[in-house]
């Protein structure tokens, strides 16, 4: 992710896993940059879920999803 603010040049790293040499010729294409909106949030800490909250999870901690 890319900080909103930020103005710099954007880079990509490269690392050729083969054997064979590998061209990078101008306008090749060897990355793909997708843009999407961000909504910034803030986020409340409980002491415990409210009551009458149910969810798929129920009272299983970590892990505990059936699997």
Not at 27 to 36: D, P, T, V
Not at 49 to 67: C, K, L
Request: aromatic share 8%; hydrophobic share 30%.
């Amino acid at each position: 992710m890319i900080d909103p603010d930020y103005t710099g040049t954007i880079k990509v790293v490269l690392y050729n896993s083969s054997k064979e040499d590998f061209y990078v010729g101008p306008y090749s294409r060897i990355a793909q940059l997708i843009i999407e909106k961000t909504v910034e949030t803030e986020a409340e800490e409980l002491d415990a879920m409210p009551t009458g909250i149910e969810t798929s999870r129920g009272e299983g901690g970590f892990g505990s999803t059936g699997q």
